[in-house]
């Protein structure tokens, strides 16, 4: 059985997630582009947290209320470009699982991440540029909420949802 780690996202209210999404359709490569938009808290949770994952998220999705964010811009990637985002609630969740699984965590994982939505990857440097520079003034600062947590399986090259929990909760991120 091949490995098929888990990947755990922060989901994206429908506006943001269509222009995104439009965004990725008209610049990701397509032959690579297996994949919504998303933005990633976790790239490759070990299977064995399967029975334990599901729990852990709805727990913290139902203690926490929608965590602001704002879309801030672009984000270089050297051979991608990707929509920009900072909020610090998403973080402290994000962290707040980092500690449930500490010991359990990827290198790549034990990191924090710099939130962002890629919408171009594995292009050259110079055609991430263009596209940074095409882009730039159309991209406004904008304020939203994350909607909830997402849990997918990895398939190799899809990702296969298992669940996707709203944030109810009254405490903030």
């Not at 032959?31 to 938009?37: C, D, G, M, S």
């Not at 882009?135 to 990702?159: A, D, K, V």
């Amino acid at each position: 059985m091949a490995f098929e780690p888990f990947i755990v996202t922060a989901e994206l209210p429908p506006d943001i997630f269509k222009r995104a999404n439009a965004l990725r359709q008209a610049h990701f490569p397509p032959e690579r582009n297996h994949l919504h938009a998303h933005v990633t808290l976790f790239h490759a949770l070990a299977p064995s947290l399967r029975e334990e994952l599901p729990g852990v998220l709805a727990r913290i999705a139902g203690e926490h209320a929608p965590p602001q964010a704002e879309l801030n811009g672009l984000m270089n990637l050297g051979k991608g470009t990707a929509l920009s985002l900072r909020s610090q609630a998403m973080i402290a969740i994000r962290d707040e699982i980092a500690d449930l699984f500490h010991g359990m965590l990827t290198l790549q994982d034990q990191h924090r991440p710099r939130l962002h939505i890629t919408i171009q990857n594995k292009v050259s440097p110079e055609a991430a540029r263009v596209l940074q520079a095409e882009l730039e003034q159309t991209i406004e600062p904008y304020e939203f909420s994350f909607p909830g947590l997402g849990l997918y399986r990895y398939c190799n090259p899809h990702w296969d949802a298992v669940g996707i929990w709203p944030f109810r909760g009254k405490v903030s991120g």
